[in-house]
């Protein structure tokens, strides 16, 4: 899957929205609600950050998030523990 990132006019820098995705065993559905906030950004202009917040997922979904943000976007890996 490829992806384009577009720059705005404004400030890569100046983020106007972060929206946080939780996530847990989400393999199937994670990247069409990816491209529906991504697609909410285009729409209304604005410059934004997705935010995937995986709590232990077993199904594979970090995997697929890897291989979606592998053109044009970063990934932070940051396990937290339960306990």
Sequence with gaps: MTESVKQSPRS???IE???VLPCLNEERTL???IET???AFEVHSL???IIVADNGS???SLAKLFRFTAV???TKEERCDAS
Aim: some cysteine; proline content about 0%.
């Design 12 to 14: 890569a820098e100046g």
């Design 17 to 19: 929205v972060s929206v």
């Design 31 to 33: 990247a069409g609600c």
């Design 37 to 39: 906030i991504k697609k």
């Design 47 to 49: 410059i934004g950050e």
């Design 58 to 60: 077993t199904d594979g």
């Design 72 to 74: 044009g976007a970063s």
